[in-house]
């Protein structure tokens, strides 16, 4: 019973993430470097997320296709945490302006090969593992589709699951105290500091719902056969909620979209006109002044 409410939590989350997606292409505005990391990370979400409540409804499915979609699962939920850690980098990374980092040019081509072949490789590698049974490696093997469609136990999930999301997640704590540290120290005034301050907040909040649910999941886990087990079934209730928090905060409490989507038309669907006056900290009106020194080393492009 748990298993079939987890499910149908995960295809709502599903709903809103596709919901959020179609949302940021509805706006008129060209899509911004942060933008597009944020559809990935969340597109690859939605993906595992489909992938497991195939798993959990179809009860029993030909090896074939149970490996399939396990391998799905785990590039997919892989590929949301690597691009995840890019939008804490590329955070990071702008408001630090390193010397050296400056001089690159070409960070989306960047971005986009670390995002989409770091999961790919991870991929690659738990196949031949399967599979292959590399001489030497026997004690690690995956066991994907011996008996569940995923890892044949905790020990394996954390090696080749946990312990890459964990890394990331460490990653992308460091890149977040890092950076708010460095924005609290400078002057409180600075319009570029406000908008800047306000962007982390909004990231910070999306790296809470994506990365400490993910830990809480990660104790559930280690918790699976405690009597205590109970606790942690909130916490896999709002990590399968995820889309629908991710929702709240890219679309209804972000004004900055609301505003765009008054100037459009959905078929008969017409937004409130009234949203065209929504303000807010994220200060459109002094990035559209910083925009105009666009070749000024400390342009605000996060």
Request: include cysteine; charge should be positive; glycine fraction near 4%.
């Amino acid at each position: 019973m748990s298993r079939l409410i987890n499910t149908i939590l995960c295809l709502i989350s599903v709903f809103f993430i596709i919901l959020t997606v179609f949302v940021y292409f509805l706006i008129p505005e060209p899509f911004e470097l942060q933008e597009i990391i944020l559809i990935h990370s969340i597109s690859g979400l939605a993906l595992g997320y489909i992938s497991m409540a195939i798993i959990n409804l179809a009860g029993y499915l030909p090896a074939g296709f149970c490996h399939g979609l396990a391998y799905l699962m785990y590039v997919s939920f892989l590929y949301s945490f690597f691009w995840l850690n890019i939008l804490c980098f590329h955070i990071w990374k702008n408001v630090m302006h390193f010397e050296s980092l400056e001089r690159i040019k070409y960070w989306k081509i960047i971005y986009h090969i670390y995002g989409i072949c770091s999961p790919f490789l991870a991929l690659c590698w738990v196949i031949l593992l399967n599979h292959a049974q590399p001489e030497g490696l026997d004690n690690i093997h995956p066991g994907i589709g011996g008996s569940i469609c995923w890892f044949q136990s905790l020990r394996e999930t954390a090696i080749f699951f946990y312990g890459p999301i964990t890394v990331l997640l460490i990653l992308n704590i460091v890149f977040f105290v890092w950076t708010a540290a460095e924005l609290w120290q400078r002057s409180k005034n600075c319009p570029k500091t406000k908008v800047l301050k306000y962007r982390l907040r909004l990231y910070m909040k999306l790296f809470f719902i994506m990365g400490i649910t993910w830990i809480l999941e990660i104790v559930s886990a280690a918790f699976h056969d405690s009597k205590i087990r109970w606790i942690w079934i909130i916490t896999d209730i709002f990590n399968a909620l995820q889309g629908f928090v991710i929702f709240l905060i890219l679309v209804v409490f972000r004004k900055k979209i609301k505003r765009s989507l008054a100037s459009r038309k959905f078929y008969k669907l017409q937004f409130p006109v009234y949203w065209k006056n929504d303000k807010d900290s994220e200060c459109e009106e002094l990035e559209e002044e910083f925009s105009l020194s666009y070749a000024h080393p400390a342009k605000i492009n996060i």
